[in-house]
Each structure stands twice: as structure tokens, then as C-alpha cells.
């Protein structure tokens, strides 16, 4: 019976075990991301529409006759807020989309480390240990969305003929 709780081999699977979970803190960290990315668009576009009926508003108040029609600077008003804040809300997805790439980068050195410890559990120990730790990439959520398609929970990396 192989030793897997002593040397290399324990350092080498208790690397992948990190890498692993390395990922998937990423993983969640990005699906939030995403999800704050949909929630801050969702009410920029919710500010843009009020933004056009208050223009309709102060539009409709021109119609009147003056002194009436300086009332339209009031929902004027209230639209170049509102378009304000629009543009604080889309500068907040930009901050989030630029996390999200950052995340993403982040993704893919923890992917690599899995790779490299994946391969020296190979290496350094027996096939019986390799069933002690999960060896799979797995798979995002959010990376699956971005390619366009969903993918299995995980993917194996380290082939059975090692």
C-alpha cells in the first residue's frame, strides 16, 4: 500500500487540493460579479426610461401657453438627474467588468497551478493516491455563459495511462 500522507506526494496533493479550491473561490467570486454586472445594468436602463418620460413630460408642458410652459424646466430637471445617474450606474458595470477580467486572469494562473500540481501527484505517487483528492478542473458557471455554452461540472486533466 502506497504512503500518501508523507512526503512529495502529500505536498503535491495537498497543492492540488488548494488549487482546487483556489478555483472555485474564483469561480463564485466571478458568478457574483456577473450577477452585480446584471443588477446595475437592469436599473441604468430603469433610469434611462424615466429619463425619456420626464423629457416627454417637459416636452408636453412647452405645448402651454406662457407663463405655463416654464414649468417644463421641472421635469427637465429631473431628467438631467436622472441621466446623471445613469452614468454613475454604467461606470459602476465598468468597475465590475473590469474585476470580472481580472478575475478571470486570476482564473487561469489558479487553472494553471491546478495543471502543474495535477501533474506532480502523477509523478510523485502511487495511483492509489490519486483517488484521495478530486484531480478535475471545474468548471465555471460564468465561464460556460461566456463561451456561449454550459459545460460538464468537470473536466479531467490528468489522464488514467500517466
Given at each position: 500500500m502506497a504512503n500518501c500522507d508523507e512526503g512529495e506526494c502529500a505536498q503535491a496533493l495537498a497543492r492540488a487540493v488548494e488549487a482546487r479550491n483556489r478555483i472555485l473561490s474564483i469561480c463564485s467570486?466571478?458568478?457574483q460579479i456577473r450577477k452585480d454586472q446584471s443588477a446595475h445594468r437592469a436599473?441604468?436602463?430603469?433610469?434611462v426610461a424615466a429619463a425619456v418620460m420626464?423629457?416627454?413630460a417637459a416636452l408636453a408642458l412647452l405645448t402651454l401657453p406662457w407663463p405655463f410652459n416654464l414649468l417644463a424646466a421641472?421635469?427637465?430637471a429631473v431628467a438631467a438627474g436622472l441621466l446623471i445617474a445613469f452614468g454613475v450606474q454604467m461606470?459602476?458595470?465598468a468597475s465590475l467588468q473590469q474585476a470580472a477580467i481580472d478575475a478571470v486572469q486570476r482564473l487561469g494562473a489558479?487553472?494553471?497551478?491546478?495543471?502543474?500540481a495535477v501533474a506532480t501527484v502523477m509523478d510523485e505517487c502511487d495511483a492509489e493516491c490519486w483517488a484521495l483528492?478530486?484531480?478535475d478542473q471545474p468548471a465555471c458557471d460564468a465561464e460556460a455563459e461566456a463561451e456561449g455554452k454550459r459545460t460538464s461540472d468537470t473536466t479531467r486533466v490528468a489522464?488514467?495511462?500517466r
Open positions: 467570486e466571478l458568478d436599473l441604468a436602463m430603469l433610469l420626464m423629457l416627454a421641472i421635469p427637465a461606470g459602476i458595470v489558479a487553472r494553471a497551478e491546478l495543471d502543474a483528492v478530486d484531480l489522464s488514467a495511462g
